[in-house]
């Protein structure tokens, strides 16, 4: 054959890159490129000679790759070719040209690439910047040369440049050796081995930083954190005396930080082996392409003390070593995921050959080296050990945003650091966050310290204003003003009926009735008799009223809505609600007992929340997390009595922050017709009628208001409060287009912390995906959990857990899901938390961003609803076997639809024949 010196097939990682190069090709996927500066005085034809005779002794830069026609493709060692070598004189540009000409130069050079089945797969590019300075740019592709090759390589170019002898000989062994002999190696126990290694591993593996903006570059970028020479030292012994090599550290500190960061016990990451047989002799002085990356799988969790758990990560290293020719494409189809699944982190331990020459007899330098490897990985760590140990992360901004990248990188050092005086510390306790952060984590992030004074009780706090200011308004409704000292004569009508029954500390009350005047005067009235209320909305359905009224065990139930009651056998529990008016309050008997604050210590409300058992639960609230959450009110939105506009139905505990705040604070509560609230243009008019200074509402709603009404009329507002469900950025933009001097405050709490527990006070432009749920309310402390119950690290997704006086004291009559929740917080003995479920990351300022859920509870129009209780509800049904329950968005149609990632998650655990069934119906 022509001008071919031999030819053979390729190794499974070769075919692996070829696959790649040839399918959607990346751009510049494989192409690697070297330049440095070379200042003094260079001979470029010699340089070039030295060049032309190194392609010429090394078969690897005269190979081509030929496929097409080729039932298996072939690499073909071509005799003689010619090296293409680029001069380009640039000594007459600018020097701010020169960087910008070079970044093009490069970038395009890239971009290129080679045409595989011609040879050689290298170039080169000399460019002069000066007498004395040179620019040299060498491109290869990756199929050909690994980079261990290239340090021989360039050890040859210049050892010829000096014109020294060359010191070594040629290696005994050649490349085309070393894939005849991987061909030869079974590769049956690689699959085993593979399959056996990546059975269950949770894939792929995902970080739990801010995903990166849409649209972020692809170009990789890159960023190094130095260990100090005393720290590398550090490790370096803290190794020896171990009998660990310091790669198997940096591999264990890795597998810590990612495994923190990715908030699982069990990771799997890209690591690099040099891919360099020791068995065959001379094989480390041959340049071809045997570099291979491959899984490496790792426990982070467990008893184990750090040694130990470093020597089996050792172990396992080796093994994998043993398997280091299988191709990365078989080894994700023996894992049955695809390829890109199977890591998106790589760590590369450098361990090449140092280069061996030196040109200051020359009087030449050479600077600035550096290699653009475009891995296809969004995040590579290369690890130099020098004397300083380097670490390089090499990060693509559109698959790992640079701030997490930046922690990734940093959060890597701090691990590597810390470990040589943990020998013996169990592996579980290590890795991020690191000390200092732990710290922030437990101290000023948590929490914004505790209130001055402790909370005063709401119900004393509203007799204080019926004392100071008995003909302010208190309530203003469709049925009149009710002044403060009406209000309490109501009050005091209900609460005397009420001790009637013999209602007292201990007891609970439930209030069947809309918002009104009434509502309000009855859950006064409970409270001074020291009993706790239970409002049921009439507009639930009949039989889920009388679910909760059974499950509450309330002994007395007073009813403003008689249409409502009819359903219900009530018997002569009932008390009814009257309307109430300044006349009817004058006639109250001046003998009545004055409306007292009562005991201050038992329950003050239970509130029903979707139940995941079937049933739902009942939050029980103590009066002392209501006078905390209400204390805190003032404390964030100052004293001013708030003229609050009520939207809440009394279902929801939002409502309980309504009805509270205005009232302890001498300001007037306005309750709209619930029918005016079907409209919102008509409803905003109200806003202007009644000089509304303050409202609270789901955001959904608070968008049709922006939507629906005349600006003007919403012009009384100084502050508008969403809360109960994630607030889109849409609506805060429309908020600040439209009300641009009302605050816009989000407001996110569990019921089972009493209303609210974080805020934010939003800015008019909002990251466009997170809109923040803020820091913790006065006195309430938050810990991002990891699902070990750990710390999650500043950044990184976790469970939101929230400890402090707002924590309620659990679900009536569920022990089981109340230990489930309410859990002692494992960082202040002693106090408790309740575990909500939402999904949070926190900001370096302590600012937590809301990103969903980590079971099914969803969030409709503020209602919480678990989709298990209405499966079980379901599957209750003589004809149903099995159910699943997802959203399904309505709107815009290209979100409108079933989420079918969501339905096949659910369905997992289902009858496989079921889910079919379900997915049919669903599709
Ligand atoms: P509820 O007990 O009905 O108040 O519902 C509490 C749940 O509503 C929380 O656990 C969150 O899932 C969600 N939620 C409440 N407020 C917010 C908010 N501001 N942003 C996002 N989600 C919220
Ligand atoms: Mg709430």
């Not at 330049?35 to 081509?64: C, F, H, Q, Y």
């Not at 940096?250 to 960061?261: D, N």
């Not at 940093?410 to 290590?430: G, Q």
């Amino acid at each position: 054959m022509h001008n071919v010196s031999s030819i053979y097939p390729l190794t499974p990682v070769q075919g692996g890159m070829l696959f790649h190069s040839l399918g959607a090709a990346e751009e510049g996927a494989y192409v690697v490129q070297y330049s440095s500066e070379l200042t003094g005085p260079v001979d470029t034809p010699r340089l070039r000679a030295a060049w032309e005779a190194t392609v010429a002794a090394n078969a690897a830069l005269r190979t081509a790759f030929l496929f097409e026609g080729l039932d298996e493709p072939m690499q073909v060692v071509r005799e003689r070719v010619e090296l293409p070598w680029y001069e380009y004189d640039w000594s007459n540009a600018a020097d701010a040209t020169v960087t910008s000409k070079m970044r093009e130069f490069l970038t395009e050079d890239r971009r290129r690439g080679f045409d595989l089945a011609h040879a050689p797969l290298t170039r080169l590019a000399c460019i002069r910047l000066s007498s004395r300075r040179h620019h040299l740019i060498w491109t290869y592709h990756h199929i050909a040369v690994d980079g261990w090759s290239s340090v021989l390589l360039l050890n040859e170019v210049w050892q010829r440049y000096l014109t020294r002898p060359q010191i070594n000989l040629p290696p005994t062994t050649s490349f085309g050796d070393f894939v005849s002999w991987s061909r030869s190696q079974a590769s049956t126990a690689d699959e085993q081995f593979w399959k056996s290694r990546l059975a269950g591993a949770p894939l792929p593996l995902t970080l739990g930083f801010a995903r990166p903006r849409a649209g972020a570059s692809r170009i990789h970028e890159r960023e190094r954190v130095s260990l100090t020479p005393d720290e590398t030292q550090r490790l370096r012994d803290f190794a020896s005396i171990n009998r660990l090599t310091l790669s198997t550290v940096v591999h264990g500190a890795w597998a810590l930080t990612l495994s923190r960061c990715a908030s699982t016990p069990d990771v799997v990451y890209g690591a690099t082996v040099a891919g360099r047989p020791p068995a065959m002799p001379d094989v480390d002085r041959i340049v071809g392409a045997f570099i291979n990356t491959l899984p490496v799988r790792v426990q982070t969790d467990g008893d184990l003390s750090l040694v130990d758990w470093l020597a089996a990560l050792q172990n396992e290293l080796l093994e994998v070593r043993d398997h280091e020719l299988s191709s990365l494409r078989d080894v994700a189809r023996w894992a049955g995921v695809p390829a890109a699944d199977l890591f998106d982190t790589i760590l590369v331990f450098e361990n090449a050959p140092h280069a061996e020459w030196d040109l200051g007899d020359e009087g030449i330098q050479l600077r600035h080296e550096e290699y653009f490897d475009q891995s296809n990985y969004g995040f590579a760590l290369l690890a130099h050990p020098r004397d300083a140990l380097d670490l390089h992360g090499v990060f693509r901004p559109d698959r790992v945003a640079p701030a997490a990248a930046h922690r990734l990188l940093n959060l890597m050092a701090a691990t590597l650091r810390s470990l040589p005086v943990h020998t013996h510390t169990p592996v579980a306790h290590l890795g991020p966050p690191m000390p200092q952060e732990r710290d922030a984590l437990l101290g000023p992030l948590a929490s914004e310290g505790a209130p001055a004074s402790a909370p005063i009780d709401v119900l004393e706090l509203f007799l204080t204003h019926v004392t100071a200011t008995p003909d302010a308004p208190a309530i203003v409704s469709d049925t009149g003003t009710l002044t403060y000292r009406d209000l309490q004569s109501h009050a005091r009508l209900l609460a005397a009926a009420l001790r009637e029954r013999g209602v007292g500390p201990g007891d609970r009350v439930a209030i069947l009735a809309r918002k009104s005047g009434g509502f309000v005067a009855a859950v006064l009235a409970t409270l001074s008799c020291g009993a706790s209320y239970v409002p049921l909305d009439p507009d639930y359905p009949s039989a889920r009223i009388a679910q909760m009224l059974q499950l509450s065990g309330a002994s007395i139930i007073m009813v403003g809505d008689a249409r409502a009651a009819s359903d219900l056998e009530l018997g002569s529990r009932v008390i009814p609600l009257i309307t109430m008016s300044t006349e009817v309050a004058a006639t109250a008997p001046a003998s009545l007992p004055g409306l007292a604050a009562g005991p201050t210590d038992g329950e003050a409300y239970v509130i029903f929340t979707s139940g995941s058992t079937g049933i739902p639960k009942g939050v029980s609230v103590s009066r002392t997390n209501l006078a905390a959450s209400n204390a805190a009110r003032s404390l964030v939105y100052g004293t001013e009595p708030p003229r609050f506009l009520l939207l809440s139905p009394v279902g929801f505990d939002s409502s309980v922050a309504g009805l509270f705040w205005p009232l302890s604070l001498g300001g007037t509560l306005i309750i709209a017709d619930p029918e005016l609230e079907k409209s919102p243009h008509e409803l905003a008019r109200l806003f202007r009628q009644s000089d509304v200074s303050i409202t609270l509402c789901v955001p959904s709603f608070y968008r049709l208001l922006l939507e629906q009404s005349d600006t003007n009329d919403l012009h009384s507002l100084t502050t508008v409060i969403v809360a109960g469900e994630a607030c889109p950025p849409e609506v805060v933009q429309l908020h600040f287009a439209r009300l641009p001097h009302s605050a816009l405050i989000n407001e996110y709490g569990p019921t089972e912390c009493t209303v609210w527990s974080t805020y934010a006070r939003l800015g008019p432009s909002p990251d466009s995906r997170e809109v923040p749920i803020g820091r913790p309310i006065p006195g309430a402390i938050v810990r991002v959990l990891d699902a070990a119950g750990r710390l999650a690290p500043i950044g990184v997704a976790g469970e939101l857990c929230i400890g402090g006086p707002g924590v309620a004291r659990g679900y009536v009559d569920l022990p089981a899901e109340t230990a489930l929740r309410f859990i002692d917080d494992p960082f202040a003995p002693g106090t408790r938390l309740y575990r909500t479920g939402d999904l949070v990351r926190m900001d370096t300022n302590g600012v937590l961003a809301f990103l969903g859920r980590n079971d099914a509870q969803l969030k409709i129009r503020g209602f919480r609803i678990e989709p298990h209780e209405i499966e079980t509800a379901l599957r209750g049904h003589a004809d149903i076997a099995d159910a699943v329950v997802v959203a399904r968005a309505l709107g815009a149609p290209e979100t409108e639809g079933v989420s079918v990632h969501e339905l096949m998650k659910r369905l997992e655990t289902m009858d496989p024949a079921v889910a079919l069934e379900i997915v049919e119906a669903a599709v």
